[in-house]
């Protein structure tokens, strides 16, 4: 959290201070335990981990890195649960922890009360028992701070341990707590950065962390985050005092400013009122109290459109002397730091948050300035949507580095790939190889065919036009095909027959925050009935998401129209993400569904036409399911066209003349986009 990074910040889990008489107990000389805490650059994002004590282990404690979040429910990390434990029972390399069963109290509350609120994640039902144990375990939900991802986990009896301190010093005495936790698989932590196998709760909940500690410590917790990977930062938790060096008898709690924490219904994080922000004696207006989440998982500040735009209006007029540069995703103003190409610095003003009582929290241009490359930096705040709830969201940071790069690809006729090779010589950007952890395997990178000047299609020249022509493949046994020309486009069996003559051309309207595809779509039309929609629904054409989504009202009335013309398919149980699904079972054999063509209709009458093999996703044998999904009320695009329709259709994107193409399925032309040859043939 960039605003956070260089501050200390004390977060009372608790507001109420107490206070005890002097007795003739027993005072231990600690007042906190302590762990450090390490900044990782190696995700898809900046992230900070602590180091736990674990299971003792032949004379010695194991030790665990977790991600610190401020908003989980619990802790979860990388375990197995073992019902029997003795010596040399558990498996080398791995974590053993005792399970808690489906019927013991802790496993209702925490699904109940205490889980994760995410629409992705699916309900859970009482898992299978352990070998020999004669119980059923309780799988909860768990969600990936880093992808966002749903999964599971089981709940369990823990132990951690960890040193204590008088805030100044570490002891060699140890402090443990005995929390419930949750041991999920290895490959929930793929994303997660190098040796970090874990999520450390520090929320609010009965069952993150501060809960399990008692006295002498206070529920208090105290988190100085560090701003480099060199040297690890502090977690403490207790009273304090708190010493940092040179002069670690100087009590940093000298040096807060306390605001009261604020309850929020959906969260167990932490959240704070900002009443205005200020830049140079100017405030930007905000709503009375306006809500402000704390969050270590985030990669930037987020503000609410309003709020940023509002910002980002007083930080020009205040930074006029300061060149600007173009912006880089997703910052919207940006600095230009290079003088005759040599980096300079650059100061710009203070933001005050202002708190309840006029007190203000002050971010400084270490905190609001961030590096992207030698030559640019950029106001480190980001638009967090029109609708963002909390408006205020303080995150952390990451970046990648401006290079030259160098591609190189075969070229072709459109019917053969010659032996003969083209170089393209574009601006890309590096990135760690922690940040395609969540990619497929073997996949490295993200190749830009959009429209900006910057993606692929603007480096490639004469004799090549701005054209790229995709087909993607329904099977993972056979590739498809990315072509970037004018063509003709040949496959086979067939390869003479140019698929340009099985297109239909609409024209690509521009979006002014994207540089994206986009077409118009007047109506969407089943069995020749009309599904209303607003003259001209934007609609994107995206690969990345894998199914087509539209906005709520427009997939309620297709779902009737379906439910309407498919009367005699055998209904299913709905799967997420899809809201209608048939069963292909009859008597336990699996039979294949037929359902109506969907047409989408475009300018000038013309019409896309998705047909079964576009519409139809097979679930299981026994489920297939209509492949479209619940956007949302608010959808914006109201239509984002999915992969899934695409697949076996011909799609050319023509950046000469503005326009898309599509053939509609290949399958009727018996053949499918896995036809291209890619034999090398030498250069004519």
């Not at 980002?312 to 919207?332: D, E, L, N, S, Y």
């Amino acid at each position: 959290m960039h605003l956070l990074i260089q501050l200390f910040v004390t977060i009372l889990a608790f507001i109420s201070h107490e206070h005890g008489f002097a007795t003739a107990q027993f005072v231990p000389p600690y007042s906190s335990v302590v762990v450090p805490v390490n900044k990782h650059t190696d995700a898809a994002k900046p992230l900070y981990s602590v180091q736990i004590m674990t299971a003792f282990v032949n004379l010695q404690y194991l030790h665990a890195n977790f991600l610190i979040d401020l908003d989980a429910p619990f802790i979860w990390h990388d375990c197995i649960l073992q019902w029997n434990s003795f010596p040399g029972s558990c498996p080398n390399n791995t974590l053993c922890t005792y399970p808690v069963s489906c019927e013991e109290f802790q496993c209702t509350d925490v699904r109940t009360t205490y889980s994760y609120k995410n629409p992705s994640c699916a309900p859970v039902n009482n898992d299978s028992t352990i070998p020999d144990w004669g119980y059923c375990t309780c799988p909860v939900n768990v969600v990936n701070p880093i992808t966002g991802s749903c999964g599971q986990a089981l709940l369990n009896y823990d132990e951690f341990t960890v040193n204590t301190s008088n805030g100044r010093n570490v002891f060699t005495g140890l402090y443990g707590a005995y929390p419930n936790a949750a041991c999920a698989p290895s490959s929930e932590f793929q994303s997660f950065p190098a040796n970090v196998s874990g999520v450390m709760a520090l929320s609010t909940s009965p069952y993150a962390l501060p809960a399990y500690l008692f006295e002498p410590l206070k529920r208090i917790v105290a988190l100085c985050l560090p701003s480099t990977v060199s040297s690890p930062g502090v977690l403490l938790y207790g009273t304090g005092p708190y010493g940092l060096l040179p002069r670690s008898d100087v009590d940093v709690r000298t040096l807060l400013t306390f605001t009261p924490l604020i309850k929020h219904p959906d969260s167990f994080g932490y959240f704070i009122s900002v009443n205005a922000i200020v830049i140079k004696l100017r405030s930007i207006d905000l709503p009375a109290n306006t809500t402000t989440k704390l969050s270590t998982v985030e990669p930037y500040t987020t503000l609410r459109t309003d709020i940023y735009q509002g910002m980002v209006r007083r930080f020009i007029k205040v930074t006029q002397r300061i060149p600007p540069a173009k912006p880089v995703a997703p910052f919207g103003l940006c600095y230009s730091t290079s003088n005759n190409g040599t980096q300079v610095s650059i100061k710009v003003p203070d933001i005050d948050f202002i708190l309840p009582d006029g007190k203000k929290w002050t971010i400084s241009t270490a905190n609001s300035i961030k590096q992207i490359t030698k030559d640019v930096a950029c106001l480190a705040f980001a638009d967090g949507g029109a609708t963002s709830e909390p408006a205020i969201v303080i995150g952390s940071c990451g970046q990648a580095l401006l290079n030259y790069d160098e591609f190189t690809v075969n070229t072709s006729n459109g019917r053969n790939v010659f032996t003969g090779l083209y170089g393209a010589y574009p601006n890309t950007a590096c990135a760690p190889s922690s940040e395609f952890q969540s990619f497929p395997e073997n996949v490295s990178g993200v190749m830009a065919l959009s429209t900006s000047p910057y993606a692929l299609p603007a480096y490639l020249f004469e004799p090549l036009k701005r054209i790229v022509a995709l087909c993607l493949p329904s099977t993972v046994s056979a590739p498809g095909v990315l072509l970037y020309g004018t063509g003709p486009y040949g496959l086979l069996p067939r390869s003479d027959v140019d698929v340009r003559t099985l297109l239909t051309f609409t024209p690509l309207i521009k979006h002014p925050d994207s540089f994206g595809y986009f077409i118009s779509v007047n109506a969407i039309v089943i069995k020749l009935r009309s599904i209303d929609l607003p003259a001209n629904t934007t609609t994107k054409l995206s690969t990345v998401e894998p199914y087509t989504t539209l906005r709520t009202d427009i997939y309620q009335s297709m779902v009737r129209r379906f439910i309407k013309v498919t009367q005699r398919i055998p209904p299913a149980k709905p799967v997420a993400p899809f809201g209608l699904c048939y069963s292909t079972s009859n008597n336990g054999t699996q039979v294949s569904i037929k359902v109506p063509d969907i047409d989408f209709i475009l300018p000038d009458g013309k019409k896309w036409t998705i047909s079964t093999a576009n519409s139809i996703k097979q679930i299981t044998k026994d489920v297939a399911c209509l492949a479209f999904a619940d956007g949302g009320a608010t959808s914006e695009p109201a239509i984002v066209i999915g992969t899934f329709q695409y697949e076996d259709n011909f799609l050319v994107f023509d950046l000469e003349n503005s326009t898309f193409g599509f053939s509609n399925s290949l399958l009727s032309k018996k053949t499918s986009c896995s036809n291209f040859n890619f034999t090398l043939t030498n250069s004519p």
